[in-house]
T-cell receptor, first 115, second 114 residues
Framework: DTEVTQTPKHLVMGMTNKKSLKCEQH?????MYWYKQKAKKPPELMFV???????INESVPSRFSPECPNSSLLNLHLHALQPEDSALYLC??????????????FGQGTRLTVV | LAKTTQPISMDSYEGQEVNITCSHN???????ITWYQQFPSQGPRFIIQ???TKVTNEVASLFIPADRKSSTLSLPRVSLSDTAVYYC???????????????FGKGTKLSVIP
């Protein structure tokens, strides 16, 4: 199994809603990531999970909250989002943190629309 | 992470060979060069990786000159299904000031024409 599975594929939410994006991998990878990708732009790294530790990127607003229930799951909790947060949210994993660029597996993404 | 520069877009006819060049003048000694392909509304997919000279797999070839300040992704005999954005990444995740950085370049949008 060489897949990273993301659910849901599409999500529409209001600015007062709370929702969660889910990501799962069964490759035994020790590092997982959340990226945000706006239209016609490259992916931007938001969060890193590695060695059972979440690294928070201080430039990411607190309305995005990552959670790692176990080594194969990575969630992204969303609360009080703004319309400008509408984007494709990508989850990725790699065998180790230092292969984040050289050999990462990406999920298909969740297309999020904030209304 | 080394800064990369790629053409914004390229057009090619089906059946032709396509070469996409990436400039990375400040590449570090230990940096590898990796290329990803991304279709609309999908996540990037690893294509090929190299350190120096030439690497070939079933999908593409990667040419890296001796000075390693650039690299060229070569796609043989492209088809319509090769229409995608191609990203060049140099180096790996960087840790600094308590957070991690991994910066994709702007990518090259390849359009294959029938």
């Amino acid at each position: 199994d060489t897949e990273v599975t993301q659910t849901p594929k599409h999500l529409v939410m209001g600015m007062t809603n709370k929702k969660s994006l889910k990501c799962e991998q069964h490759m035994g990878h020790r590092a997982m990531y959340w990226y945000k990708q706006k239209a016609k732009k490259p992916p931007e790294l938001m969060f890193v999970y590695s060695y059972e530790k979440l690294s928070i990127n201080e430039s990411v607003p607190s309305r995005f909250s990552p959670e790692c229930p176990n080594s194969s799951l990575l969630n992204l909790h969303l609360h009080a989002l703004q319309p400008e947060d509408s984007a494709l949210y990508l989850c990725a994993s790699s065998q180790d943190l230092w292969e984040a660029a050289t050999e990462a597996f990406f999920g298909q993404g969740t297309r999020l629309t904030v209304v | 992470l080394a800064k990369t520069t790629q053409p914004i877009s390229m057009d090619s006819y089906e059946g032709q060979e396509v070469n996409i060049t990436c400039s990375h003048n400040n590449i570090a000694t230990n940096d590898y060069i990796t290329w990803y392909q991304q279709f609309p509304s999908q996540g990037p997919r690893f294509i090929i990786q190299g350190y120096k000279t030439k690497v070939t797999n079933e999908v593409a070839s990667l040419f890296i000159p001796a000075d390693r300040k650039s690299s060229t992704l070569s796609l043989p005999r492209v088809s319509l299904s090769d229409t995608a954005v191609y990203y060049c990444l140099v180096g790996d995740i960087y840790s600094g000031a308590g957070s991690y950085q991994l910066t994709f370049g702007k990518g090259t949008k390849l359009s294959v024409i029938p």
